[in-house]
């Protein structure tokens, strides 16, 4: 109820307009006079359009009397319009009051508070107040805040279309037309309205290209913005190649083409022409039919027992060919010798001779073979042998005297390296991979000296290490013209059958492995490793595929490999089968994409193999070339690991202040790339990456700012938050994808800066930073704290590239790739060191354990531990792991 003073006013109230307005006619029947008024209808709010005026209705019963009181002051009397029924199921009296407002009077009050009425009824025992009903003037400002900006996109690229409405009351609903046609997002799912009102195209189509419009209207009006014309373009792609054409010559030298039409797709829409060639020629021989000729009779023959005597001649001046006729006649012609009777006699001296003389003939062709055979043998088993057949293998290893021990397999440790034979010279960097403290021992007295510690680099003059003009060379090559001249991103060396290493610095170990004996004996190859730019490289994605790893070359490609390179690379994939279906992918020669593997389907037979692990891969493979791994999802749970970084600048002097956000995939080789950039744009590094889980959700990704000191510091973001789209993430080709807000400081005296920065997926996982530095002082963090210490050399050829000496590598081999019926072979030491799923590859090897050991080599290039891999040997039971042991006093 009401205090006392309000009721006391109210009474005074009832009493002055008892005296003043007519007496209710029909009273409270006596059953009903104890009833409080209730409303049947309570005003609500309205908007005045234009000039004309609102009309408040209150009804009420039981009521005597109703008023209406707006902005706390009683309406007058003479403004009510009254009218008064009769309930004719309750018989209780129906009292309705409405009232007029005009725009006159909301606008007396504009600008102190809103416009508001409400009523109040009386009854005999008692008043109640209706609801409140607020009076608004309706208006629709005629200029938009944001208007839709024409674009030009490629097919399948996501487009967005901006649009922020004019101001108005009632705010105004937005809806977007497309060609004067409107557009319906149930019915076209790629159309989406945000809640902000701006048009997203998902993937665009060809039927896309359109004149696109913002309307928003109210009550009061409608506008429309300028309309933004987008246009889809595609790029040109080349047809396959059409099959070689007839030679031009019938005979001789002629030419043959074949030829492509830019066609799949035709370019539309302003989309770039193919790139290359349309025609393809080459040169071509035809042979040239000849006829065959005979030659010369030759002498008649003795005259025989038969009384003939016969003679011959060959088809061979010319031998036909090329479809040529044969010569036409007989090639054999015989007579009688005698005009008398042949006498039958039996054979005489001059038969035994004869015969004699080809059994004798005989013997010697079978010794003849007999002996070649021998020599071919003894050779084949002199380089088996022949385990230093080079200086580079004779550089670390030093002659010594060793007793032969009684143990099983001694024999192993007494092979010592021919330092007589040297058949060619090689150059390479060579590295100790030990230090001269870290000797190699056994119980019999030294096997090995170390190198010494520092490089030893073997030269040849026709051979150059000048980085520039190795990049030279390789794009002087038709398959490589399009290498980049990138010398931070290429690493290149030198290297024969002791095989070697090449490493591409502050990449997360991009790496090329080059097992001993992939190269054939006598053959040099100069080998490169690059990482290319994705902007250099067209790799078409489709679906829901996404890049997992760096795009990669190595080469030459063609050369001759007798086992298989691994090359191993960073990837962020979170992997699980049953969410990926992850292939392997190799650039052709005539530059298009073929799957070469599909992950955990290989088989034996492959030339290439997968090896995954949490965030690695290793290929082997038997060819070189350029790759990259590409994942499709199988499933919305398909996760990609992504790195979120922050920059700032590393002096400002303004009033704005900005902070990049770089969102990237999580891999050495993009951070090293960013870091460049920002070292270039004078960035400096404000906070440690953070890892986001990014998954194949179709949500954007969002990142806002919050928590920032209002009175030092205020953000010129428009929006509350901003979005990088999906599919520019999902597909892992997009560079340097960042989001930039900009800040600014009140004053020049202000410094600290203090906020949060979230970054997360719409109904996914997120990641905050907490921002908390000086702006005027340089902490920049060491880039080595982020790519780790990487001291090696990119290239290493020969015993320096590896953990495992050459010798005592032999040993193992020849130690474990024979099958042991007790399973101390080969198989047990992949068990041992966690490698038995891929006991099906291994055993298709010609020498499983020398693919087991690359293996290892690969993955424990930078923390290889020697003592273990001794004791998984010495587990198995073999004594070779006596030579790895080093003893305490030398460590």
Known sequence: MYDVFSQVYMNSFSQYYAQHVATVTNPLPAAFSDLLPHFLIEPEDVYIVKNKPVTLTCRSTPATQIYFKCNGE?????????????????????????????????????GLEEFWCQCVAWSTSGTQKSQKAYVRIAYLRKNFEQEPLSKEVSLDQEVLLHCHPPEGVPPAEVEWLKNEDLIDPIGDTNYYITVDHNLIIKQARLADTANYTCVAKNIVARRRSSSATVIVFVNGGWSTWTAWSACSATCGRGWQKRSRSCTNPTPLNGGSFCEGQNTMKSACTTTCPVDGGWSEWSKWSACGVDCTVWRSRECSQPVPGGGGKDCQGLDLESKNCTNELCPHTASGPEDVALYVGIIAVALCLVLLLIVVILVYRRKKEGLDADVADSSILTTGFQPVSIKPSKQENSHLLTIQPDLTTTTTSYQGSLRSRHDANNKFTVTNGPLLDPLENGRHTLHNGKLTTDPADFMTRLSTQTYFKSLPRDTANTSYGTFNFLGGRLTIPN????????????????????????????????????????????????????????????????????????????????????????????????????????????????????????????????????????KLILFAPVCCTTLEYSIRVYCMDDTQDVFKEVMQLERQLGGRLIDEPQVLLFKDSYHNLRLSIHDMPRAHWRSKLLAGYQEIPFYH???????????????????????????????????????????????????????????????????????????????????????????????????????????????????????????????????????????????????????????????????
């Open 507 to 642: 990449s997360g170990n991009i790496s090329l492995l080059v097992p001993p004996e992939a190269i054939p004996r006598g053959k040099i190859y100069e080998v490169y490793l690059t990482i290319q730019r994705k902007e250099d490289v067209r790799l078409p994605l489709a679906g829901c595929q996404t890049l997992l790893t760096p795009i990669v070359s190595c080469g030459p490609p063609g050369v001759v490999l007798t086992r298989p390179v691994i090359l191993s690379m960073d990837h962020c994939a979170e992997i699980n089968p049953e969410n990926w279906a992850i292939k392997l992918k190799k650039q052709s020669y005539e530059g298009t994409w073929e799957d070469v593997l599909q992950v955990g389907e290989e088989l034996p037979s492959d030339s290439y193999y997968c090896q995954l692990e949490a965030d690695k891969c290793r290929i082997f493979m038997e060819q070189l070339g350029r790759f990259t791994l590409v994942g499709e999802s199988l499933s919305m749970a398909a996760t990609k690991r992504l």
């Open 729 to 891: 993430i999902w597909s892992g080709s997009q560079r340097s994808l960042h989001c930039t807000f900009t800040l600014e400081r009140l004053s020049l005296s202000t410094c600290e800066l203090s906020c949060r920065l979230c970054v997360w997926q719409v109904e996914g996982e997120g990641q905050s930073f907490g921002i908390d530095f000086n702006i005027a002082k340089d902490t920049r963090a060491l880039e080595a704290d982020f790519f780790g210490s990487d001291t090696n050399a990119p290239a290493l050829a020969g015993p320096s590239a590896f953990q495992i000496p050459y010798l005592i590598r032999q040993k193992i081999c020849s130690s474990l790739d024979a099958p042991c019926p007790h399973g101390a072979d080969w198989r047990l030491l992949a068990q041992r060191l966690q490698l038995d799923r891929h006991n099906s590859f291994f055993a298709s090897k010609a020498s499983p354990t020398s693919v087991i050991l690359d293996l290892w080599e690969a993955q424990h290039f930078h923390s290889g531990n020697l003592n273990h891999l001794a004791a998984v040997m010495a587990e198995i039971g073999k004594q070779e792991a006596m030579i790895f042991l080093v003893s305490d006093g030398e460590c």
């Open 74 to 110: 009683w309406v007058h009397q003479d403004d009510h319009m009254i009218e008064r029924t009769t309930d004719p199921s309750t018989g209780l009296p129906v009292m309705e009051v409405k009232i007029d407002i005009s725009r006159q009077q909301v606008e007396k009050i504009f």
